[in-house]
C-alpha cells in the first residue's frame, strides 16, 4: 500500500524558506515520477514542481529559481526547498507519486504573510 505523507508547512514570512518533507512507503522514490501540486483557497490545484526516476525536473514558472525539488532515496523521501517565499506562495501543498496510478498525500499547509 503506497502512503505518502507530507510534513514541514507553516507560517513564514515573505521573503522566508521551507524545506517541505514526503517521506514515501510501499513505493520507491528512485525510479517513479514524484511532484509537488499545491492548491490555493478558491483554486485549481497545480503542479509546482516534479523530478522523473531518472533525476530530471520540472518547475512551474510561478517558482523558478525559488524552489528545488530533490530527493533522499535512502530515506525514501521527497524534499521541496523554497526559498524568498512570496503571500502568493500561500497553499496546501501536495505530495504525489506516479506509480501505475496517482497517489496523493494529505498535504501540508504553507502560510506566507507577516
Known amino acids: 500500500q503506497v502512503q505518502l505523507v507530507e510534513s514541514g508547512g507553516g507560517l513564514v514570512q515573505p521573503g522566508g524558506s521551507l524545506r517541505l518533507s514526503c517521506a514515501a512507503s510501499g513505493m520507491s522514490i528512485s525510479i517513479n515520477r514524484m511532484a509537488w501540486y499545491r492548491q490555493a483557497p478558491g483554486k485549481e490545484r497545480e503542479l509546482v514542481a516534479s523530478i522523473t526516476g531518472g533525476g530530471r525536473t520540472n518547475y512551474a514558472d510561478s517558482v523558478k529559481g525559488r524552489c528545488s525539488i530533490f530527493r533522499d532515496n535512502v530515506k525514501n523521501t521527497v524534499y521541496l526547498q523554497m526559498v524568498s517565499l512570496k503571500p502568493e506562495d500561500t497553499a496546501v501543498y501536495y505530495c504525489?507519486?506516479?506509480?501505475?496510478?496517482?497517489?496523493w498525500g494529505k498535504g501540508t499547509l504553507v502560510t506566507v504573510s507577516s
Open positions: 504525489n507519486a506516479n506509480y501505475g496510478m496517482m497517489y
